[in-house]
């Protein structure tokens, strides 16, 4: 079955403590992106991946780093973790030909 | 820079009304348009999408979206909703197929069906 798995799916953490959430997809996709989502302020885009280390910023980079060392793998870590950082995280793969962005199942994100 | 406006953040319908949801956009470069759809407690899917081509387009469970250039508008709509459509729409903007590059969403309607 095709499809983009994030782990966790839940976490709660304390400010500071580093944390890696995890994104991958069985469907050999170029693209990957990281968007988080915040009431009335919709999705908004992390970090996004061409293709094997190659990665760009989105709108709303900061406080996060991503890697693209494998093709099918695309985590998200947060290396201080702050409140503001709480909120729903989406992780997302397309094919460089063009089409369907599949989103994985999300990720809630609380920073206490 | 791109940008996406959805004019209403909620709207209410009664089933088998006919409902449209607004977006409009700005972009410096070529659009690509996106209409995703998010059920309660589930990720996003695609509704339907503008690359090229016919300006209207189709999509799945009987919506479809007309890209307008001159108005900068891709506005969603369905001619008779059920119940099952309650869920969350956002449109989006890119700047390559497929969201290949930055994709800049809107801030979603909620769209209600009321029985």
Redesign the interface.
């Known amino acids: 079955e095709a499809q983009v798995t994030q782990n966790p799916r839940y976490l709660i953490t304390v400010t500071g403590k580093k944390l890696t959430v995890t994104c991958s997809q069985n469907m050999n996709h170029e693209y990957m992106s990281w968007y988080r989502q915040d009431p009335g302020l919709g999705l908004r885009q992390i970090y996004y991946s061409m293709n094997v280390e190659v990665t760009d910023k989105g709108d709303v980079p900061e406080g996060y780093k991503v890697s693209r060392k494998e093709k099918r793998n695309f985590p998200l870590i947060l290396e201080s973790p702050s409140p503001n950082q709480t909120s729903l995280y989406f992780c997302a793969s397309s094919s460089i030909v063009g089409d369907t962005q599949y989103f994985g199942p999300g990720t809630r994100l609380t920073v206490l | 820079a791109q940008s996406v406006t959805?004019l209403d953040?909620q709207v209410p319908v009664f089933e088998e009304a006919p409902v449209e949801l607004r977006c409009n956009y700005s972009s410096s470069v070529s659009v690509y348009l996106?209409w995703?759809v998010q059920y309660p407690n589930?990720?996003?899917?695609?509704l339907l999408?503008y690359?090229s081509g016919s300006t209207l387009v189709k999509g799945i469970n009987g919506f479809e979206a007309e890209f307008n250039k001159s108005q900068t508008s891709f506005h969603l709509r369905k001619p008779s909703v059920h119940i099952s459509d309650t869920a969350e729409y956002?449109c989006?903007v890119s700047d390559?197929?497929?969201?290949?590059?930055?994709?800049?969403?809107?801030?979603?309607t909620k769209l209600q069906v009321i029985p």
Not at chain 2, 96 to 108: D, L
């Open positions: 959805q953040s996106f995703y589930q990720g996003l899917q695609l999408k690359l956002f989006a390559g197929p497929g969201g290949y590059q930055k994709v800049t969403f809107g801030i979603g």
